[in-house]
């Protein structure tokens, strides 16, 4: 049985799909499309076509991360919630929020 607190958990997950939600505006406000705006000149419209890549990129991972996390913040009371699918033994919480899509404990997923 897993000894911390659930509700710390929801706590501790519901922060971070704030944070997460709070990244995914700002990141879809960095790429929306560019404007063919010749006044930010060729290499600076190169530069925002880069970004924009990047930013798109961070913005599917945070999506991906969200999803992840709602997941485990249904599942906190779950008696198997918390456990390695893969030898059952206790997942340390501190990896339970870095990466709630992580349903193995460190060992295991480093296999
Ligand atoms: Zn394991």
């Known amino acids: 049985m897993q000894t911390i ?3 710390d958990i929801k706590c501790q997950i ?5 944070k997460l939600n709070d ?6 406000d960095l790429t929306k499309p560019i404007s ?21 990129a ?3 991972q945070r999506k991906t991360q969200l999803k992840a996390l709602e997941f485990a913040l249904n599942h906190v ?6 456990n ?9 919480l ?5 990466m709630p899509e992580s349903k193995k404990c460190v060992a295991c997923a480093s296999r």
Request: hydrophobic fraction near 35%; charged fraction near 35%; proline fraction near 3%.
């Open 5 to 7: 607190n659930k509700e």
């Open 23 to 28: 990244d995914i505006l700002k990141l879809i």
């Open 94 to 98: 501190g990896r339970i929020i870095l």
């Open 36 to 56: 063919p705006d010749c006044a930010i000149g060729r290499i600076s419209r190169m530069d925002a076509i880069n970004n924009k890549s990047i930013n798109e």
């Open 14 to 18: 519901e922060e971070k799909i704030i």
């Open 77 to 82: 009371d779950d008696t198997d919630f918390g």
């Open 84 to 92: 390695c699918v893969n030898c059952c033994r206790e997942i340390p």
């Open 58 to 60: 961070a913005l599917r």
